[in-house]
């Protein structure tokens, strides 16, 4: 079983920036490419930006320049960087392990940006 743990969500204005953080337990982390996911109120939940277990990164088209995904194996722990955040970047963050076969997801942490 393993369980994924977001935090640094939060309010900020128009133009500011946070940082997103999701630990996992268990023993899949260093083995699975990670993402983090968004979904604002009425929309579909969307893919943010992923990373795979050597580091190579894909980033959606509304958010690339301005956020940056990385990990850190060795604390299990995958991180999101928000900059320049616009209010369109609202949304509940999720972070999600890839492509395993159990579908881990995140409970997801709030990210408000106000204009």
């Known amino acids: 079983q393993v369980q994924l743990v977001e935090s640094g969500g939060g309010l900020v204005q128009f133009g500011g920036s946070l940082r997103l953080s999701c630990t996992a337990s268990g023993r899949v982390f260093s083995f699975y490419g990670m993402g983090w996911y968004r979904q604002a109120p009425g929309k579909q939940r969307e893919s943010v930006a992923t990373i795979t277990t050597v580091g190579n990164t894909y980033y959606a088209n509304s958010v690339k320049g301005r956020f940056t995904i990385s990990r850190d194996n060795t604390k299990n722990t995958v991180y999101l960087q928000l900059n320049n955040l616009k209010p369109e970047d609202t949304a509940v963050y999720y972070c999600?392990?890839?492509?395993?076969?159990?579908?881990?997801w995140g409970q997801g942490t709030q990210v408000t940006v106000s204009s």
């Open positions: 999600h392990v890839e492509n395993h076969p159990s579908d881990y």
